[in-house]
């Protein structure tokens, strides 16, 4: 896929990533259907398979999954300067569109949790700092449970999949009851998976 | 009660938050909450699901705003730009070492079946956080039992019947939030009236 970009579509690119910024209530992976939108169906800046590709990448790295949004700026900038098919001369352009949208996606958010972080612990004394703070304690460690159990049910049913849930069982209890080295268990959970015992 | 150490410098957060970042896949949070409070213990579990609550209420990515607000409570801005540097920095170069690299290898079928292996697995890990997190309302205002009432709420709204998160994070939290400014004017009440009910 080869593109004609101009400085206006580069800004667009950056506006259209500052406005999701601060929409990503629940992190970046909230605004990924809005990007495809945006970037896939209507700019039609990127195909639908570098899209997933973005996606599935940014699983396989480790970090924060926000990362996948610098793999959708990287992707916009190749094919800006002529597609995957230009190889090397491509990465430049690939490393701005990166940047970009990683500055775009992280300088509203960041801005307004430094403001409102500051603000919240100045005032941690007030009775609806700790009102917040008390009441929202259950609920998202609530939510850190389901989190986990989408991530889940997103890799199958229960009813077909269970050696996955038993896996997953299987290291919700050795961690919440051992101390044992998390990267263990991703080694362990890319062997079976890699020889298809999951 | 108070945390036992902070960091030393903001070199130590940049590469104390680097190494966390390396670790984690999928799903950060849990090696946050690994490092953090039980191996470093710059944070009480209490502490941590309150700075928590704050970074998940804020847009943005929930690990990288926990980092920022962590380097900016010690060492200020200079603090945050060094937690976010590390949380970002070498992550994002893997990543993009990755797809330079290796683009069409993510679609092998081995690569798919080690991902979804690896998938299951970090799904256990933060299943485990939130339940290691759960003896943080031990002393939690609301009581425990009202406690898990909510967390078990929000558990059943956002993992099995799918509601959006700002509903949950707003609607459920609301009341939450409301009973816990009630709790808290509850004990204050009682506290300055001699503690007799």
Known sequence: MSLSFTLADWLSL??????????????????????HRYLVDEQHWLTDHQFTASIALSQAAPGPNLLFIALLG??????????????MATWPLGLMGALLSMVGILVPSTTLTFVASRW???????LAVRAFKTGMAPVVIGLLASTGWILCANLGSAAESWRLWLLTAAV?????RTRIHMLWLLAAGALLGALGWV | ??????????????????RLALQGFGGVVAVVQREMVEKKQWLTREEFVEEWAVAQ??????????SLMIGDRYFGIPGALAALAGMLTFPLMIVLALVAAFSGVSDLAPVQAALRGMGAVSAGLITATG???????????LGVRICWLFAAASFVAIGVLRWPLAWVLFGIG????????????RIHHRAAHGGAP
């Open chain 2, 174 to 185: 609301g009341v939450a939030c409301v009973l816990a400014y009630r709790a808290i004017v």
């Open chain 1, 74 to 87: 990287w992707y916009v900038g190749v094919n800006a300067a002529g597609g995957a098919s230009a190889g």
């Open chain 2, 57 to 66: 209420i804020l847009p943005g990515p929930n690990v990288v705003n926990l």
């Open chain 1, 120 to 126: 919240a612990h100045r005032n941690r004394e007030l």
């Open chain 2, 131 to 141: 339940l290691k997190l759960l003896s943080a309302l031990k002393q939690n205002p």
């Open chain 1, 172 to 176: 919700t209890l050795l961690v919440w």
């Open chain 2, 1 to 18: 009660m108070k945390a036992p150490n902070r960091p030393t410098s903001r070199s130590d957060l940049f590469w104390s938050f680097s």
């Open chain 1, 14 to 35: 950056l506006v259209h990533f500052m406005a999701l910024s601060l929409l990503a209530i629940g992190g970046a992976i909230t605004t990924a259907p809005d990007m």
